[in-house]
C-alpha cells in the first residue's frame, strides 16, 4: 500500500483505502506529507556543534541516537540506580497512529522528545507530559524496497535543523522548532533497492548517511550532505570498483576456515570479471561513529549480495562484513578490518561501532574501537590501523561453524540473526564491560542459484530458516573488554532483539519481544526491576534529564523481523513524584 | 516468540459492509479483462484465480511485467499481459490494491491450520511478508488467498515451474513435505 498518487481519480475509493491502508500496511497514511502541530516552546536551544561534541559528558539531554559520537550508550547520569529503579514507574505512554515495528531511540534536547515510527512518522513531543508538539508525515514515493521492515531508527539534530531519513531513499531536513520541511533530497534510486531506515549523523556540518539494500543488489555507501542545503560533499562506496577480491583470505577473524574453493572463485573470476562490484551489497545500517579528535568516521558494511549464494561473487567481496574507517572531511578510505571473507550466511555486520577504552595488546588502556557480530563475539579494534586486538568468547552457542549451505539446508549455529543483530551495544566505562543483546536461533542455511533479478526483488540467493524443536532465547552479555570473558549473562525467553543502555546508576536497561523491558544491575545481571509494556520491546532505551529528574524512555512497537507482537508507544519511566 | 503470532490474526480487520462504488472512469480499461477471471474488484470466487483485491500494487505490477517478459509463465496469463504497456500495468496494480476485500476467508482444519502457523514461524514467513502475511512491496499479500492457488503456487515453487522469485521461495519450499505446504496454505487461507 505505498503507491498512491495515481489514486486520486478514485476520490470515491479513497476513504476505504485509508481504511485498508491501516488495517495491511500496519498504518502508513496515504495522504500528501504534511506536518502538523504547533511550534515547540521557545526555551529548546539549537544543536550545537559544541553540544553533539560534549554530548556524552552531560546528563541532561540524550542529543544522539546512540548518546553520542563514540555511540557508548552510556548515560552519565545516577540519579536513578540499582537503590532506587525497583521503584520505577511509568510517567506517560505517547502513542503513534503506527501500528508496526518500531527500532527508533528518541533524541532528546531541553525538554522536547523526537521520535519516529515504522513508515517515516516523525513527532516532537513534550518529554515529560508526552504532549505533541509536531508531527509529520511522509509521503512516500511510487517505489520502496526495503529488507525486514518499514522501520526507522530515528533522527539527527544540528543547528535548530533536525534530520531523517526514509524508506524511499530521501534525507530530509526540517527546522526543529516547527518541523517545516527545509529541504529533500535523493540519496538513491529506490528502484534499484535502496532504502533508509538508519539514523543519520549530523556533524562538522555534514549529515551522514548509509544506505539498506544488501537483500536487493545495491552498492553500498556512505554519503555526506551538506546539513544547511543537502548538497553531496562526498561519497565512500562500500564495495571498490578494483580490488574487491581481497586477500583470498581462508580464515576468519578468529582463525577458523571458511571452507572456500579458491581455486574455482578465481576460475570464476577470471571467467566473469569483477564487473558485479555493482551489486554486490555491502549496505550500512546503523549510524557511524565518530572520532572528532583524529577525523575518523567508523561503521560496518553489511553482507555481500546476494545473501547465501557466493558462486557469482568470487573474492572476498571487500568490504562486505567488515569494519571501516573513513576520514571525516572527505570520506577517503582510512583503514579496514573484514571478519567474514566471502559471507554465505548472512552473519555481517550491523550492530553499530562504539569508540571507547580498553587494554591494547601491550596490555596498556587505549582508545578501542569495538563491535558487537552476528558471529557472537566482540571485536576489540585498534583505533587507527583497525587491527584486531580481542575478540570476546562467544556470547551465544557456535556449532559447526562454517558449514556451507545446501540446498537442503545445513545445521550451523549461530543463526543468520545472530549473535548481536543490527542491536547498539552499550558501555560501562568505569566497569571495563560492554553489554551486548544476543539471539539464540538455531538455523538451517539454504543456497538457491539465482541471477541478478534487477534491484527490484528480493535477492537472498537461499534462505535460513529456524529448525523445528530446537529452542530459541536470548541472552543480555555483559563482555569484559580487557579480557574478551563474558562477566555476566542474562537469559531471557525470547532472542533479544532492541538495544542496550547503560547509566552511571550500575544499571542496563533492555527489552524483550515478550513485551517485558528490564533494568539489570551492571555489575553482576541481576534482574531489579521489569515493567510488561503489552508489545514487544525492541528498541533501544534511552535516558535524559529534565528539571532535576531522570526519565527512562524506550519504544514498545514490536519488531517484523521476529515476528513479536506489534504495538505502537513510546514509554517513559521515571521515579515516583 | 511463536505463541505471539496468533495474536496478529487479531489484528487484521476486514473491511466489513463496504462495496467500492466503481464508475466507468474509476476502472482503467483493461481491468474489464481482468474481472472475467479475477471477479469484479479483483474478488475472485474461483479459488483457481488468485483474488486481486487488496493486493500489494508493486506485486501486480511486477508480476504483469514478469508474465510480459516470460519470467513467469501461464499459457492464459501471458497473452493478456503481452498487450499491457508499463503505464497500464501500473494502473491495474494501482487499481485492484484500492479495491476492498469482499470475500469470506475460507475456514480450514484447525488441526491443519494450527499445523501450518507453526511451519510459518520455523520458515520465518514473516521476516519477509509481514505480520499477517499481510505483505510489503513486492512481496505479495496472501492471507485470505484461495488455498487451492495458494498451494499450487506453493508446489510451483518447489517442483521448479514458477522461478520468477529471485530463488527466495524456491529455497524456503523446497526441503517442506507437501503435507506441510497443504498445512501452511491452510493456514495462510484461513487468516483475515
Keep these: 500500500m505505498k503507491q498512491h498518487q495515481r489514486l486520486k481519480a478514485l476520490s470515491s475509493a479513497m476513504f476505504l483505502l485509508g481504511a485498508s491502508a491501516l488495517v495491511q500496511a500496519g498504518g502508513e497514511v496515504p495522504q500528501a506529507a504534511a506536518t502538523t502541530g504547533k511550534a515547540i516552546p521557545e526555551s529548546v536551544k539549537a544543536v550545537t556543534q559544541a553540544r553533539l561534541t560534549a554530548a556524552e559528558k552531560q546528563d541532561k539531554d540524550w542529543l544522539q541516537v546512540n548518546g553520542g559520537y563514540a555511540q557508548t550508550r552510556y548515560f552519565p547520569g545516577k540519579q536513578i540506580n540499582t537503590d532506587n529503579v525497583a521503584k520505577l514507574v511509568p510517567k506517560f505512554v505517547f502513542q503513534t497512529q503506527i501500528m508496526e515495528s518500531m527500532e527508533t531511540a528518541p533524541v532528546v534536547v531541553d525538554g522536547v522528545m523526537f521520535l519516529t515510527t515504522s513508515y517515516n512518522h516523525l513527532h516532537a513531543i513534550n518529554a515529560v507530559t508526552g504532549e505533541e508538539y509536531w508531527h509529520y508525515k511522509h509521503k512516500m514515493g511510487p517505489v520502496t524496497v526495503y529488507c525486514c521492515g518499514p522501520n526507522n531508527r530515528g533522527i539527527a539534530a544540528l543547528d535548530g535543523m533536525v534530520y531523517m531519513a526514509t524508506l524511499d531513499a530521501k534525507m530530509v531536513a526540517f527546522d526543529m522548532k516547527t518541523g517545516k520541511v527545509m529541504w529533500e533530497t535523493q540519496i538513491a534510486d529506490p528502484e534499484k533497492g535502496y532504502s533508509e531506515t538508519m539514523a543519520p549523523v549530523a556533524v562538522d556540518g555534514k549529515i551522514l548517511i548509509g544506505t539498506n539494500g544488501g537483500e536487493y543488489g545495491i552498492r553500498g555507501f556512505v554519503k555526506a550532505f551538506d546539513a544547511k542545503t543537502g548538497k553531496l560533499l562526498w561519497t565512500f562506496h562500500t564495495i571498490p570498483e578494483k580490488g574487491h577480491e581481497g586477500v583470498w583470505a581462508t580464515k576468519d577473524a578468529t582463525g577458523r576456515d571458511m571452507k572456500r574453493n579458491i581455486e574455482a572463485e578465481k576460475a570464476e573470476l577470471a571467467k566473469s570479471g569483477g564487473d558485479f562490484y555493482k551489486t554486490l551489497g555491502g549496505g550500512v545500517w546503523m549510524t557511524p561513529a565518530v572520532d572528532l579528535e583524529t577525523n575518523m568516521v567508523y561503521f560496518v558494511v553489511g553482507n555481500p549480495s546476494p545473501d547465501l549464494y557466493g558462486d557469482i561473487r568470487p573474492g572476498d567481496n571487500l568490504y562486505t562484513d567488515s569494519i571501516v574507517a573513513v576520514d571525516l572531511k572527505t570520506g577517503e578510505y582510512k583503514a579496514h578490518f573484514q571478519y567474514l571473507a566471502h559471507d554465505v550466511w548472512d552473519l555481517d555486520a550491523v550492530s553499530p561501532p562504539i569508540i571507547t577504552e580498553a587494554a591494547g595488546k601491550d596490555g596498556k588502556k587505549q582508545k578501542v574501537v ?19 586486538i580481542r575478540f570476546s568468547e562467544a556470547m551465544v552457542p557456535q556449532e559447526n561453524m562454517w558449514t556451507l549451505p545446501t540446498p537442503e539446508g545445513a545445521r550451523m549455529l549461530v543463526g543468520a540473526n545472530g549473535g548481536v543483530e543490527w542491536n ?10 560492554t553489554y551486548a543483546a544476543n539471539l539464540h536461533q538455531p538455523m538451517t542455511y539454504h543456497v538457491e542459484k539465482a541471477a541478478y533479478p534487477g534491484g527490484e526483488k528480493l535477492w537472498l540467493g537461499g534462505a535460513f530458516k529456524v529448525i523445528p524443536g530446537e529452542d530459541q532465547w536470548g541472552r543480555l552479555a555483559a563482555v569484559d573488554m580487557n579480557t574478551g570473558k563474558m562477566t555476566w549473562k542474562a537469559d531471557t525467553d525470547e532472542p533479544l532483539m532492541g538495544g542496550v543502555l547503560a547509566t552511571a546508576g550500575n544499571l542496563v536497561f533492555t527489552g524483550e519481544g515478550n513485551g517485558h523491558f528490564n533494568a539489570y544491575d551492571a555489575r553482576d545481571g541481576k534482574k531489579l526491576w521489569s515493567f510488561m509494556a503489552g508489545a514487544g520491546v525492541n528498541a533501544p532505551p534511552v535516558s535524559y ?33 | 516468540m511463536r505463541s505471539l503470532s496468533c495474536l496478529f490474526a487479531l489484528m487484521l480487520v476486514s473491511p466489513v459492509g463496504t462495496q467500492a462504488q466503481e464508475t466507468a472512469a474509476d476502472l482503467p480499461a483493461k481491468a474489464q479483462t481482468c474481472i472475467a477471471c479475477h471477479g469484479p474488484g479483483g474478488n475472485s470466487t474461483d479459488p483457481q484465480y488468485p483474488v486481486l483485491a487488496g493486493q500489494m500494487p508493486r506485486y501486480i505490477y511486477l508480476q504483469l511485467k514478469d508474465y510480459k517478459q516470460d519470467r513467469r509463465v501461464h499459457p492464459p496469463m ?9 503505464e497500464e500495468m501500473l494502473a491495474l496494480g494501482d487499481y485492484f490494491a484500492a479495491q476492498p476485500r469482499t470475500g469470506q476467508v475460507e475456514q480450514g482444519d484447525p488441526a491443519l491450520v494450527a499445523r501450518g502457523q507453526k511451519v510459518a514461524d520455523d520458515a520465518l514467513c514473516a521476516m519477509c511478508h509481514l505480520g499477517g502475511f499481510s505483505g510489503q512491496n513486492e512481496v505479495p499479500r496472501v492471507n485470505g488467498q484461495h488455498y487451492s492457488y495458494i498451494l499450487g503456487q506453493l508446489l510451483a515453487f518447489k517442483n521448479g515451474h514458477r522461478t520468477n522469485d529471485a530463488g527466495n521461495m524456491a529455497a524456503v519450499v523446497k526441503t517442506l513435505s507437501d503435507d506441510d505446504l497443504k498445512a501452511l496454505a491452510a493456514y495462510i487461507a484461513n487468516i483475515q
Design chain 2, 78 to 86: 501471458t497473452p493478456m499481459a503481452k498487450s499491457l504497456s508499463t
Design chain 1, 424 to 433: 547498539p551495544m552499550a558501555v560501562n566505562p568505569t566497569l571495563g564491560l
Design chain 1, 545 to 577: 534529564t529534565v528539571d532535576g529528574k531522570q526519565y527512562i524512555a524506550v519504544a514498545a512497537g514490536g519488531n517484523t523481523q521476529l515476528n513479536f507482537k506489534r504495538g505502537n508507544s513510546v514509554l517513559v519511566f521515571g521515579l515516583p513524584d
Design chain 1, 370 to 388: 569495538i563491535h558487537g557480530g552476528k558471529t557472537g563475539h566482540v571485536y576489540v579494534h585498534d583505533p587507527k590501523t583497525l587491527e584486531l
